[in-house]
């Protein structure tokens, strides 16, 4: 393997060229020469193992990152729990290889939650989270920003519209369906298949039953609720439902309010629904 030059720190900057950032990339795999090393004077044994010990530096690293994050959330007025171990080793082995820092907040999160209330995060829900990107997480922030509870339930509904079932109102109306169009909002379809491909959303789209003719439904969305009230009958939600995976790591985030989404609900459903 031939040597290569190495690269001034003051060049580690987002705007160097493609070819420095390859060099740059090699130098953390190990694959290239620096101080102290030259690849091109090793064996391809020799480099294997130089390859290997940056690989469990950086894996060390990163597991001091979520650990130091984990301890600055756990409390110390709480009384701890034992965990399992075979869930301890699991975490340990996946959030190793978390890299961005951005995960590595969650992962620390995540296990000072399980400290203090095990149980939360079920291993499907850590291999799940080990393959998400930091892209993907924010996609996830984006949907539970516009996500509701419905009256006393616990489950979040990313809510895509209503429509019309039946009735001689229907007679009258234009198109059955009425769309949120949430692509206005950060969230087009292209975003909720990558959701859904992640195991978050379900793949189906799902519909309430007949609303109760004025019977109050209670939205709650972040901290905000609302209360809205079918003017008539024959009408129902459509949504996307969160998986139990996409509901276990829901813990995690605390996404802001969207105004102007709300502000934009409130008035898709204002034709059909008093809102309070």
């Known amino acids: 393997m031939a040597d290569t030059p190495s690269v001034p720190k003051s060049e580690q900057t987002s705007d160097v060229s493609a070819r420095k950032k390859a060099l740059l990339l090699g130098r953390r795999l190990g694959l290239t020469s620096e ?25 060390q690293a990163n597991l001091e990152a979520v650990y130091t994050i984990a301890l600055a959330n756990t409390p110390s007025e709480v009384t701890g729990t034992d965990l399992d171990p075979d869930w301890v080793h ?10 961005n820092r951005k995960m590595q907040e969650l992962w620390g999160r ?40 419905i009256n006393n339930e616990s489950r979040h509904k990313l809510i895509i519209g209503y429509r019309y079932a039946g009735g001689i109102g229907k007679l009258f109306r234009k198109t059955d369906a009425i769309s949120i169009g949430l692509s206005q909002f950060g969230l087009p379809y292209s975003t909720i298949l990558t959701l859904i491909d992640s195991g978050i959303l379900h793949r189906s789209e799902f519909e309430t039953g007949l609303l109760n003719s004025k019977t109050p439904i209670s939205f709650t969305l972040q901290d905000m609720k609302m209360t809205l009230t079918p003017k008539g009958g024959h009408l129902l939600f459509s949504y996307y439902r969160l998986t139990p995976v996409g509901e276990e790591l829901a813990q995690l985030v605390r996404p802001g309010a969207d105004i102007e989404y709300t502000k934009a609900i409130k008035a898709l459903f204002a034709k059909d629904f008093i809102i309070d």
Do not use: C, W
């Open 35 to 59: 101080e102290g090393y030259r690849a091109s004077q090793a064996s391809i044994a020799e480099r294997a193992e130089h390859r290997q010990r940056k690989l469990d530096s950086q894996y």
């Open 90 to 99: 699991q975490f340990f082995q996946l959030a190793e290889q978390i890299h």
């Open 110 to 149: 995540i296990l000072a939650y399980e400290i203090t209330s095990p149980g939360n995060f079920s291993l499907r829900t850590l291999a799940t989270l080990k393959q998400l990107t930091h892209k993907e997480a924010q996609f996830f922030e984006k949907a539970l920003a516009m996500a509701v509870k």
